[in-house]
């Protein structure tokens, strides 16, 4: 069965500071990924999906950046946190060629201060 | 410009009534349509999804209802349960891409015991 983990599960970071989060796929080969945004009480904007180790597509840019390193691991970041970025976000991911699915970690809670 | 439209933004019913959820969309190329079901906290869950070519997807008391010619699907939730409270997406997409799912803005069901 697939897993899907993402790190840490809640960050608190003042404004301007850097960010990094995380996530893993276990147990699922080359599937697609995806880095999506969600206000609280709001829809999911996605950010960003990635097809393979390496490729990256933005989808909206919100002076965030995104990369594959593995296979298995999707990482968001920023040099420079806004207020703005607060948030949840969340990592999915889809069968390669599949029909479209798309399943959902458990979240990052960001709090930006 | 919003794709993706769901009404009500809210709904409350009674523990045993249908509850029904709406959803429209604009592009005529989306084949695809999962709704997710999400808790406080947690990432969205896939409920259940149809694809163009149906117009009727059940799944235990679950039921999806779509109209392609009006661009119109239903989610139909029969004997509502306490344990159903949450925000439900409807999502579209072109099956097979992948790659971009457009969400709605969600509709936070309340079922009252």
Redesign the interface.
């Given at each position: 069965a697939q897993t899907i983990h993402q790190w840490p599960v809640a960050e608190i970071k003042a404004v301007g500071s850097p960010l990094s989060l995380g996530c893993t796929i276990k147990g699922k080969s080359s599937p697609n990924l995806y880095w999506y945004w969600q206000a609280t009480g709001g829809t999911l904007q996605q950010l960003f999906y990635s097809i393979t180790v390496g490729q990256v597509e933005s989808v909206v840019q919100l002076n965030l950046s995104a990369s594959r390193p593995k296979d298995d691991q999707f990482i968001l970041s920023t040099e420079k946190l806004l207020l703005s970025h607060s948030g949840f976000y969340l990592c999915a991911w889809s069968e390669l060629g599949g029909v479209g699915e798309q399943y959902f970690g458990p979240g990052t809670r960001l709090t930006v201060l | 410009q919003q794709q993706v439209r769901q009404s009500p933004q809210s709904l409350t019913v009674w523990e045993g009534e249908t509850a029904i959820l709406n959803c429209s969309y604009e592009d005529s190329t989306f084949n695809?349509f999962?709704w997710?079901q999400q808790f406080p906290?947690?990432?969205?869950?896939?409920l259940i999804?149809i694809?163009s070519v149906s117009d009727k997807k059940e799944d235990g008391r679950f039921t999806i209802f779509f109209n392609k010619r009006e661009k119109k699907l239903s989610l139909h939730i029969t004997d509502s349960q306490p344990g159903d409270s949450a925000t439900y997406?409807c999502a579209a997409?072109?099956?097979?891409?992948?790659?971009?799912?457009s969400?709605?803005?969600?509709a936070k069901l309340t079922v009252s015991p």
């Open positions: - | 695809y999962p997710y906290g947690e990432g969205p869950a896939l999804s694809s997406f997409s072109q099956q097979g891409t992948g790659s971009k799912l969400f709605g803005k969600g």
